[in-house]
């Protein structure tokens, strides 16, 4: 049950999820690393750690993510808790136009550099997240999760840490087993920052590019800008799930698909960022081929374990934090009247049938679609 | 008096309508709310045993699991920190009793088919690729090379300081050599067949009806043979060194005196929190990585930490000074209702959804812990006072620790 305030400040929801053990208060800024501004890249992140430096400290089992275009930060806690949990969140969201101190800036850009150093030795089965990146902000060096600052720009970086809300909607979703506040009475207990802006910015269609990058390990990914649909986003679903169970193409250590915005909730450029990428030896490029060589001949041919992938599917529960958190992007991101949230995708995923997934190999054979090939440390 | 409890038709996973066991399996169903009935099942081999087993287990024991299980349903791997733990069997209907005869039958074939195994290239390739597997992370590689080196300090003192590939291939050569003698080995290796279920909520109970959560459950932690008090890894792929410091939990004897002890640990030097929390992560920012697990397998708690290599003894001493009170970490009222918050919080994200309580609830059962663990446990955490936590401070503390590092190569041979 999901009662939701789309136009309050903040935008709110209250979920009820009977069978979860837990509850989760979820916090989203319509604010992500692609909208970094040019001199700054790695702000968002920055705020997603500085977040959790602020004070009241610790109130519940916390961490945060920073995507295309929000940050998203969960509070977890027992059921009976929630109250609490909802007051540290406002009591946060209150700090927020202040900038934080230098002390506690110097320690988040310590972390981050940390965490970069931390995520370099475990890159082998994801996705080429950070090339992606790239790609769609037409920078391939560009870094979403490094901050550079030096010294004596911390005064510069903690006033932009404390402009970082203005103007930018945000949301808060509770969701749990029992209802909690009611959703006016989140926006009323969590009101203060930030504003809705009148007009989100236009839509960039997608265009297509190629990029190599130096990586530790080879991987190849195709990707495409799709329309933002419950079916496309859900026939990308199902395609992940026929992929696992195919046996891997010679020369691959593993190949996986994917819509890269959660649940397809989050647009990005506009509609659902869909990959498909490989693990490779790294040795020659192989981005162009994985449709033609992996992906179309799979679509179009027979689809006979499909239904045992639809029931997988349909079987998954998400957890009560993606609940949450896929709620507080659809009220951002979401367009009134045309349903692309969470629940619409799991319904899409019921319905779609071999002749779907015929049509949305069109679809992708159609579409333009970026080639990204990292090659792996000491190949040319 | 204990405040009230979850009411016990909750389908949250964490109560238990049928338990049997008899030392060869053990069968336990839990009521959730899915729609249709899972099976999780494991092989638990027996305890103590060499650390080669382990790579045995995933390289040899699990894959003749799978053949055998072919019969129950759809099955996919269970899958734990990226190491396949297991077997999950999507059921169209369960009968506890039938699966009880099951069980027999399964371990016994799983057993066979270890014990003929005959030792070829395709078991040397699967025992490296499972190697490959445990150590592909720092976490991963610390967890093995310390089971190895448990191992060895009961024999003789161990190398304080290892390196990755030396400590694999060894390992891998151990476990070559187990296998050769599959046939000896194969009833240490399929000791217990473990098999964990779910049954729906609207499907009608089948054993005696469940028991009620008890704060006051006996419970009985291993205590191992305690890893070196330091121990080193080299490792040419690690980018940030790894800290793992472990420490047994002080003698328990219930649920609430576990409570009690998580609690304490929590408020003094758990993550999201505690002042050691503060200390390590925004006031000095040495690790981003800060975590505490409950390690009910081994009786001990595994304190990890991500640091340059240059702040691991920082981290140490800062830590080490925590645990002397020469760092200001009191138990105090406020701190043990913050760590209540934060224990409960992460024993509940491991009940939901359904396969993943099925996977805490079979971890339980794989450490011989009784069925109501988990539910008394969460009854506990919220019937412990914070006197009782203070109190159980000291003893937490009082415990030794022992350090395992793993350290980037290229750092270690330029220092």
Not at chain 2, 257 to 266: I, K, P, S
């Amino acid at each position: 049950m999901l009662t939701a305030l789309r136009h309050g400040s903040p935008c709110t929801a209250v979920r009820v999820v009977p069978d979860s053990p837990c509850a989760v208060v979820s916090v989203a800024f319509d604010r992500g690393y692609l909208d970094d501004p040019p001199h700054r890249p790695g702000l968002a992140h920055l705020f997603e750690h500085v977040w959790f430096a602020l004070e009241p400290r610790g109130p519940a089992l916390e961490w945060g993510e920073t995507g295309e275009h929000a940050v998203v930060l969960h509070h977890t806690c027992p059921p009976d808790r929630i109250a609490a949990v909802v007051d540290a969140v406002a009591t946060r969201l209150a700090r927020l136009t202040a900038p934080p101190s230098p002390e506690a800036v110097t320690a988040a850009l310590r972390l981050i550099r940390l965490e970069h150093r931390g995520l370099r030795e475990e890159p082998l089965p994801g996705f080429p997240r950070r090339p992606l990146a790239g790609l769609l902000r037409g920078d391939p060096g560009f870094d979403p999760v490094a901050v550079r600052a030096g010294a004596r720009e911390l005064p510069a970086l903690a006033g932009e840490l404390g402009r970082f809300v203005h103007g930018r909607a945000h949301a808060v979703c509770v969701a749990g087993p029992t209802p909690g506040p009611a959703a006016d009475d989140l926006a009323r207990m969590c009101a203060g920052a930030g504003v809705r802006p009148a007009v989100r910015p236009p839509a960039v269609p997608p265009a297509a590019g190629r990029t190599v990058t130096e990586g530790g390990t080879g991987a190849c990914a195709a990707a495409w800008v799709l329309p933002r649909t419950p079916q496309s986003a859900a026939a990308a679903r199902l395609v992940a799930g026929l992929l696992e169970r195919r046996p891997r193409p010679a020369g691959t250590r593993w190949v996986s698909g994917r819509v890269l915005s959660p649940h397809g909730v989050v647009p990005v450029r506009g509609g659902h960022l869909y990959a498909v990428a490989a693990g490779t030896d790294g040795r020659r490029p192989c981005a162009a081929s994985l449709p033609g060589t992996v992906l179309l001949p799979l679509l179009r041919g027979p689809l006979d374990d499909l239904g045992t992938v639809r029931s997988a599917l349909v079987r998954e529960r998400p957890d009560v934090t993606d609940l949450a958190a896929w709620d507080a992007l659809d009220l951002l991101h979401g367009t009134p009247g045309r349903p692309c949230g969470p629940d619409d995708v799991r319904r899409a995923v019921r319905s779609l049938d071999a002749e779907a997934l015929h049509r949305f190999a069109d679809l992708l054979a159609a579409g333009p679609y970026a080639e990204i090939d990292t090659r792996a440390a000491g190949h040319p | 008096m204990s405040p009230s409890i979850a009411p016990l038709s909750a389908p949250d996973g964490t109560v238990c309508d049928t338990g049997r066991d008899d030392g060869h399996r053990s069968l336990r169903c839990y009521v959730t709310a899915d729609a249709a009935p899972l099976l999780h099942l494991r092989v638990v081999g027996r305890p103590a045993a060499p650390a080669a087993a382990l790579l045995l287990h995933d390289a040899l024991v699990l894959p003749r699991l799978w053949d055998h299980c072919s019969g129950l349903g759809e099955l996919r791997p269970v899958v734990d920190h990226g190491r396949i733990a297991g077997v999950e069997a999507h059921l169209s209907a369960l009968d506890p009793a039938q699966l009880w005869d099951d069980a027999a039958a399964l371990r016994a074939a799983v057993c066979r088919a270890v014990a003929d195994t005959v030792r070829d290239d395709n078991l040397d390739q699967a025992v490296v690729r499972a190697a490959a597997t445990r150590t592909g992370t720092s976490f991963g590689l610390a967890a093995l090379a310390t089971a190895a080196a448990r191992a060895d300090c009961e024999a003789a003192p161990a190398a304080d300081r290892l390196h990755a590939t030396d400590l694999t291939a060894r390992l891998a050569e151990d476990a070559r050599h187990l296998a050769d003698k599959a046939a000896l080995h194969a009833p240490a290796l399929v000791s217990r067949l473990v098999l964990t279920a779910a049954r729906p909520a609207t499907h009608p109970p089948a054993g005696p009806p469940p028991v009620s959560p008890d704060p006051r459950l006996t419970i009985r932690l291993p205590r191992y043979a305690p890893p070196p008090e330091r121990l080193e890894i080299v490792c040419g792929r690690a980018e940030l060194a790894h800290v793992q410091i472990r420490r047994p939990l002080p003698p328990v004897g219930t649920v609430r005196e576990l409570a009690a002890v998580l609690l304490a640990n929590q408020a003094g030097f758990g993550p999201w929190g505690s002042a050691l929390d503060h200390t390590l992560r925004f006031r000095h920012a040495l690790t981003y990585l800060w975590d505490c697990l409950f390690d009910h397998a081994h009786g001990e708690f595994v304190m990890l930490a991500a640091p340059d290599t240059a702040d691991v003894d920082r981290v140490l001493r800062l830590f080490r000074a925590a645990h002397t009170r020469r760092l200001p970490a009191p138990v105090t009222g406020r701190t043990v209702e913050a760590a209540r918050r934060i224990v409960t919080t992460g024993l509940l994200r491991r009940l939901g959804p359904a396969p993943r309580a099925l996977a805490t609830q079979a971890d339980v059962q794989c450490s011989g812990l009784p069925s109501r663990f988990v539910v008394s446990l969460l009854a506990a955490l919220r019937a412990v006072t914070a006197q009782e936590a203070a109190a159980a401070a000291p003893a937490v503390a009082a415990e030794p620790l022992a350090v395992t590092v793993v350290l980037p190569a290229r750092t270690h041979e330029a220092g």
